[in-house]
């Protein structure tokens, strides 16, 4: 059993930056972030793949928002930037055991463990 733990969530106004953390407590072969807005379902943001060192985005944070990690200490990051207050959500952090494909990467099929979430709120 995998644990995550995020941080580094907040408040920030509209244009800003925030970057979030997460930590694995063990070994993962990829890892994700999705957002949780109210009133919709959650939605894939990002993944970082550690063999080749693989990202894929959504094309709604593409440009603003970058993936990075260290795979020797089971860490990701979100860095967050030019932040738009569409981009309000609570952010989670996903682990995969398993290899997946970059498609089912993007999806939520593709993470064995999920963190607890972080709130994200951007005001305008």
């Known amino acids: 059993q995998v644990q995550l733990v995020e941080s580094g969530g907040g408040l920030v106004q509209a244009g800003g930056s925030l970057r979030l953390s997460c930590a694995a407590s063990?070994?993962?072969?990829?890892m994700g972030w999705f957002r949780q807005a109210p009133g919709k379902e959650r939605e894939f943001v990002a993944a970082?793949?550690?063999?080749?060192?693989?990202?894929s985005y959504a094309d709604s944070v593409k440009g603003r928002f970058t993936i990075s990690g260290d795979n020797a200490k089971n860490t990701v990051y979100l860095q967050m930037n030019s932040l738009k207050p569409e981009d309000t959500a609570v952010y989670y952090c996903?682990?995969?055991?398993?290899?997946?494909?970059?498609?089912?990467?993007?999806?939520?099929?593709?993470?064995?463990?999920w963190g607890q979430g972080t709130q994200v709120t951007v005001s305008s």
């Open positions: 063990g070994r993962t072969f990829s």
């Open positions: 970082i793949r550690w063999s080749g060192g693989f990202t």
């Open positions: 996903a682990a995969a055991w398993g290899i997946y494909s970059a498609v089912v990467l993007t999806t939520e099929k593709g993470y064995d463990y």
